[in-house]
């Protein structure tokens, strides 16, 4: 993880942009936070209160989240930046003087973020026992694992057999894909990835079955749309603000600095860029009825909207500026559609309802897979002990009066493993 | 016997099983989306809502938060913090309505949560 100045500029632009919107009420990253906002805004709760909530909402996910799983790695997860514009952005003044303060505090913090993240890798790097290589074992079941989540969300949205057929064509396609899915086309060769393909093919059988389910004549979100025009309006006045951010938010993932989650992140670190626009895609869609949602109902949007924009930065990654542009018309794009999008989900409710079961699957899927890889690194640091230090670890965890996000506790037990060793290779407890 | 409607957006299935164990014959459960839920709520159809996510906050309450108010809803176990009984308790008692936790705190928010919302 070597940063370039111009990378540092514009994660320094992300960090500050973000938190001034934050500051002025225009969006903020955490769902969780979003509905707190108008609470304050419309003076409900003192500046003190909202900024209280923000840290207990943020912090966590940012040290037990965020952060233990961009150490070591290519590219930072986003949370780590994103989820600190909520805390600057609201713990600054509500006043001229606090746009300029959260400004430059988003800036130093994201510099700060990505040097600190760099110099930690350093200094494992001059530990006697590295174990910076083993914990890059983490992600290796990711990138053949997501593609099953489309058959568990399935699974979970239309029962058993469904899923098991999802599973199965996900499966064939894999396999047929990896077989054949190298060819030669008028001298021109062309290779689909297996994983990739396998996971459109997921992806369609989910969407599928999704809009089978028949709505009734539900009108739950035409009514929201409606009671809360003043808020939906509050966002459309902001859209160039926010499609300023969305094209940051776009050039940050174009030039390889964030990725939205674990798994885009473990796909690029593995420098499989189509296949983590696929699941970056598939992530978003799964986002866009919370995000939309909450929107409406607090006037306050998301600082990356839908996370659409990320998938525009993975795609024009070569291309920067393209990928700035693109991603400001796409962000502006989500706004001016907000009340549509929601208004149709009345009539595709098993569409709306899709969202749900794509994040519980990811989650699980995820969990599941850094869990495996995290035993696997573990293992590899210390052979025979890694097992049961990542286990118990885990399971401990849960009985903790303030566990750890579950999916960082096998990184973040990684990690102590390796340092763990270190400390007892010092006392000549540890041999090479 | 109370009524129990399920929103958020994890473990749904889990938590169903869970409060009808814990509630038995005293205890009606329903699992919606987290809108429907919310506005079931809202519209006196149920008594409780409870949502996991993974933040407790997020996806589990920003529907309740937005559309109840913050003073019905309560965070019951964040990433960072697990509530114990006591503070449960104390939160039924002092007239929320709206419960959100982690996935993975589920099973010791709700073993503390349903008798006390059985017994007020």
């Known amino acids: ?432 | 016997m109370i009524k129990i409607v399920i929103g958020g957006q994890l473990n749904k299935q889990a938590i169903e099983k869970l409060i009808k164990e814990l509630g038995g014959s005293e205890v009606e459960v329903s699992v919606k989306s987290d809108l429907e839920a919310v506005m079931a709520l809202k519209n006196k159809q149920v008594d409780y809502y409870v949502g996991a996510c993974e933040t407790g906050s997020g996806g589990a309450l920003a529907m309740a938060l937005a559309l109840l108010g913050r003073d019905n809803c309560v965070t019951l176990a964040s990433p960072s913090k697990v509530k114990n009984q006591e503070e449960i308790l104390a939160e039924v008692a002092s007239g929320k309505i709206a419960f959100g936790f982690t996935a993975p705190s589920s099973v010791s928010v709700l073993k503390a949560l349903v008798p006390a919302l059985l017994t007020k």
């Open chain 1, 1 to 432: 993880m070597d940063f370039s100045i111009i990378q540092l500029i514009t994660i320094a632009a992300l960090g500050s942009m973000g938190s001034i919107l934050v500051n002025r009420g225009v969006a903020v990253f955490n769902d969780g936070l979003r509905p707190i906002v108008p609470e304050f805004l419309e003076g409900r709760i003192t500046r003190k209160e909202l900024a209280a909530t923000s840290f207990a909402l943020s912090f966590g996910l940012i040290i037990g989240f965020g952060i233990p799983l961009s150490i070591g790695a290519t590219i930072i997860i986003a949370h780590s930046i994103l989820l600190a514009c909520d805390i600057i952005g609201i713990w600054s003044p509500d006043n001229k003087k606090g746009i300029i303060i959260s400004g430059v505090v988003g800036a130093v913090y994201s510099i700060g973020v990505c040097l600190g993240l760099q110099f930690v890798v350093d200094l494992f790097d001059k530990l006697p026992i590295n174990f910076l290589d083993s914990l890059s074992l983490v992600g290796t079941p990711i990138i053949i694992a997501f593609t099953v989540f489309p058959a568990v969300a399935v699974g979970y949205q239309h029962g058993f057999k469904k899923a098991v057929a999802t599973a199965s064509i996900t499966f064939i396609s894999y396999l047929l894909f990896a077989r054949f899915g190298t060819f030669t086309i008028s001298s021109y060769k062309i290779a689909l990835s297996p994983e990739g393909m396998s996971l459109l093919f997921g992806m369609f059988m989910m969407v599928y079955f999704a809009v089978r389910v028949k709505g009734g004549n539900e009108t739950t979100n035409s009514d929201l749309v409606n009671i809360f025009t003043e808020r939906v309006n509050r966002i459309k006045k902001n859209r160039w603000l926010l499609a300023i951010m969305g094209g940051l938010v776009a050039l940050v993932s174009a030039q390889m600095i964030l990725a939205v989650d674990a798994m885009p992140q473990a796909l690029i670190n593995d420098g499989k860029y189509s296949e983590a626009a696929i699941a970056t895609l598939a992530r978003a869609i799964g986002f866009i009825p919370l995000v939309f949602s909450t929107a409406i109902v607090t006037g306050v949007y998301g600082l990356a909207g839908t996370t659409m924009v990320f998938v525009i930065g993975i795609i024009f990654r070569e291309m920067p500026i393209v990928a700035f542009v693109v991603g400001a018309i796409v962000m502006y794009g989500e706004v001016m559609l907000l009340s549509v999008v929601t208004k149709s989900m009345d009539k595709l409710p098993g569409v709306r309802e899709m969202g749900e079961h794509i994040r519980t699957s990811l989650a699980d899927v995820l969990g599941m897979a850094i869990l495996i890889g995290s035993a696997m690194a573990a293992e590899k640091i210390a052979p025979g002990m890694g097992f049961f230090w990542v286990m118990g670890f885990y399971l401990l965890n849960r009985l903790a009066k303030k566990p750890l996000v579950e999916l960082a506790v096998g990184p973040v037990g990684v990690i102590a493993l390796g340092i763990l060793v270190n400390i007892l290779h010092l006392f000549g407890l540890w041999s090479k």
